[in-house]
Nanobody, 122 residues
């Protein structure tokens, strides 16, 4: 059974940093895609970044380019999202998701974690 567990969320002031972790277990395939998504109250879930574990290729959605970095530690079965220069508009519940392939749309991902809250104050 595939499980994804996020951690690392919290409250920071604008300009601060956080590092989110997503521990993946039970995935039988050696190559798959991990995506980070976020959802603010009253808004649709949106993509943040994703990484394909097979070759380490990454993709970032426009608003986080240059500020966020996604990475993987295969030994720990963990994908990280380093978030720097945080802004109040980054406030949201952050989720990691997994699937065999990468998708732009969150609806393409089948497996989801429970989420971790990020709050950025001005």
């Amino acid at each position: 059974q595939v499980q994804l567990v996020e951690s690392g969320g919290g409250s920071v002031q604008a300009g601060g940093s956080l590092r989110l972790s997503c521990v993946v277990s039970g995935y039988s395939a050696s190559r798959f895609c991990i995506g980070w998504f976020r959802q603010a109250p009253g808004k649709e879930r949106e993509g943040v970044a994703r990484i394909y574990t097979g070759d380490g290729s990454t993709y970032y959605h426009g608003s986080v380019k240059g500020r966020f970095t996604i990475s993987q530690d295969n030994a720990k079965n963990t994908v990280y999202l380093q978030m720097n220069s945080l802004k109040p508009e980054d406030t949201a519940m952050y989720y990691c998701a997994a699937d065999r392939l990468c998708y732009d749309d969150y609806r393409g991902f089948y497996y989801w974690g429970q989420g971790t809250q990020v709050t950025v104050s001005s």
